[in-house]
């Protein structure tokens, strides 16, 4: 397995407003993690967070991740991401599941979704009402939540921006699982009320011009490309190697 990362320096440039087209949400269901979960070794999930976030000098803190179309294992980057961050940094890191038509981010770590990101955004209080501190680790979970039925009002620039400055001002490194940037306008928007979006693509499935088109839509709405992970990625031996082993 392995990745490739392309660093891209662009101006920050004021925001718009999205219209976000409406759809019906499935319900969640409770199921076993992805199997895809850490698909990426810690070597290079160690490598990716420097990449992005530590060797930076540009102070990216809020970051999403985005898959250019699904089963990609967008979802598992981001969270074996943020415990990598986590493990080299002492500062308090946040890991957010913004894929509110299949969130799974907190399947990932054994967590409830009880309360979350969409709760925040329609009940009062600080963000720490709704977080979850990981146990052991200095990481932070802010899942999906309750009220995914109420995708269209969540998803609105004015809704989200108070609750990501909230984040920013609490945490150090804030980390947001987002759905696939070919399939909803979700990743677009999020990736203008943050630093920007790291785009992961599916070795021998995500075909290159779907990611072409996955990219250029992200820049034509003015959202910084920070990298791009390959995943799954393989390295078959021919046989005549296996016959010399």
């Not at 969640?28 to 070794?41: C, G, I, K, N, Q």
């Not at 415990?83 to 500062?91: D, G, H, R």
């Not at 779907?210 to 393989?234: C, P, S, W, Y």
Request: with cysteine.
């Amino acid at each position: 397995m392995s990745m490739n990362f392309e660093l891209l320096e662009r101006a920050s440039r004021d925001m718009d407003s999205f219209n976000l087209r409406t759809e019906p949400l499935p319900r969640a269901e409770r199921v076993s993690p992805p199997p895809d979960a850490r698909t990426l070794s810690r070597e290079e999930l160690i490598k990716l967070v420097q990449r992005i976030f530590l060797l930076d000098h540009n102070g990216r803190r809020v970051v999403v991740f985005t898959a250019v179309e699904k089963s990609t294992g967008c979802t598992s980057i981001c969270a074996g991401a943020a415990e990598a961050l986590a493990a080299q940094v002492e500062s308090r890191v946040c890991v957010v599941d913004a894929n509110l038509r299949r969130p799974a981010l907190h399947l990932c770590f054994d967590a409830e979704n009880l309360l979350g990101l969409t709760d925040a955004v329609f009940k009062t209080g600080p963000i720490s009402q709704f977080v979850q501190k990981l146990p052991g680790r200095n990481l932070w979970l802010l899942p999906c939540g309750s009220m995914t039925e109420q995708l269209t009002a969540v998803m609105k620039p004015e809704h989200l921006q108070a609750r990501i400055n909230e984040l920013r001002k609490e945490f150090a490194y804030v980390l947001i699982d987002s759905p696939p940037v070919s399939e909803h306008t979700d990743a677009i928007l999020l990736g203008r009320l943050t630093d920007g979006a790291v785009l992961v693509l599916e070795s021998n499935t995500t075909r290159r011009e779907v990611a072409r088109i996955a990219k250029d839509d992200l820049e034509a709405a003015q959202v910084r490309v920070l990298g791009a992970v390959l995943n799954k990625r393989t390295f078959p031996i021919p046989q005549f190697l296996y016959d010399r082993i």
